[in-house]
């Protein structure tokens, strides 16, 4: 019953978190966005640095959920876009783990999440891009984009289309890998 009226004071941090990363965590700016008193936020934490391990936990079992509907997604376009979209506040969430991984309970959450996604994703992966006999090159490769999809996501343009356009790119991209690999051979 507690963790249910802890509830709202979690989903606001984790918005605040995923647009500002932890220097958003304001204990008077979230209870204004909960509707609640400051003093209602130590009754359920009792510090800012609990808040925000109580905040990873959360985002792990978001991890969770989410692989599970990748998990799910026989392509791509539509399947996956569409999981993504749906899931902007937690890739947001993730992105601001990777811009602070210098801290070493946000990496190890950057970390953890992104296994869920490579577990969920890999096969998925390496059928769309062609990559199916060469599950090392595919692995190494997803690894690349996911660090290069986190530097480029923001609030603003984590849409359908630009995801559309990046995954695009990352065909075009694989399809040259393979023409230079033919070539040399």
Same mark, same amino acid.
């Given at each position: 019953?507690?963790?249910? $009226? /802890? +509830?709202?004071?979690? %989903? #606001?941090?984790?918005?605040?978190?995923?647009?500002?990363?932890?220097?958003? !965590?304001?204990?008077?700016?979230?209870?204004?966005?909960?509707?609640?008193?400051?003093?209602?936020?130590?009754?359920?934490?009792?510090?800012?640095?609990?808040?925000?391990?109580?905040?990873?936990?959360?985002? $792990? /079992? +978001?991890?969770?959920? %989410? #692989?599970?509907?990748?998990?799910?997604?026989?392509?791509?376009?539509?399947? !996956?876009?569409?999981?993504?979209?749906?899931?902007?506040?937690?890739?947001?969430?993730?992105?601001?783990?990777?811009?602070?991984?210098?801290?070493?309970?946000?990496?190890?959450?950057?970390?953890?999440?992104?296994?869920?996604?490579?577990?969920?994703?890999?096969?998925?992966?390496?059928?769309?891009?062609?990559?199916?006999?060469?599950?090392?090159?595919?692995?190494?490769?997803?690894?690349?984009?996911?660090?290069?999809?986190?530097?480029?996501?923001?609030?603003?343009?984590?849409?359908?289309?630009?995801?559309?356009?990046?995954?695009?790119?990352?065909?075009?991209?694989?399809?040259?890998?393979?023409?230079?690999?033919?070539?040399?051979?």
């Amino acid at each position: 019953m507690k963790e249910d $009226l /802890a +509830r709202p004071w979690i %989903i #606001a941090g984790y918005s605040l978190f995923a647009k500002e990363g932890p220097r958003g !965590l304001k204990i008077e700016v979230m209870a204004g966005l909960v509707k609640k008193s400051k003093s209602s936020f130590y009754h359920y934490f009792a510090d800012l640095e609990v808040f925000t391990e109580d905040l990873l936990r959360y985002h $792990l /079992a +978001r991890a969770r959920e %989410i #692989a599970a509907r990748e998990r799910a997604c026989q392509s791509i376009v539509p399947d !996956l876009l569409n999981v993504l979209v749906d899931s902007k506040p937690d890739l947001l969430f993730n992105r601001q783990l990777r811009i602070y991984r210098d801290v070493p309970a946000f990496n190890k959450c950057f970390e953890q999440s992104n296994i869920e996604a490579s577990n969920a994703l890999m096969d998925l992966w390496m059928a769309e891009v062609g990559l199916t006999d060469h599950k090392k090159l595919a692995s190494q490769l997803f690894i690349l984009v996911m660090d290069n999809f986190y530097l480029q996501i923001s609030e603003k343009n984590l849409t359908y289309e630009w995801l559309l356009s990046y995954f695009s790119k990352l065909g075009t991209l694989v399809a040259e890998m393979k023409k230079s690999e033919v070539a040399s051979s």
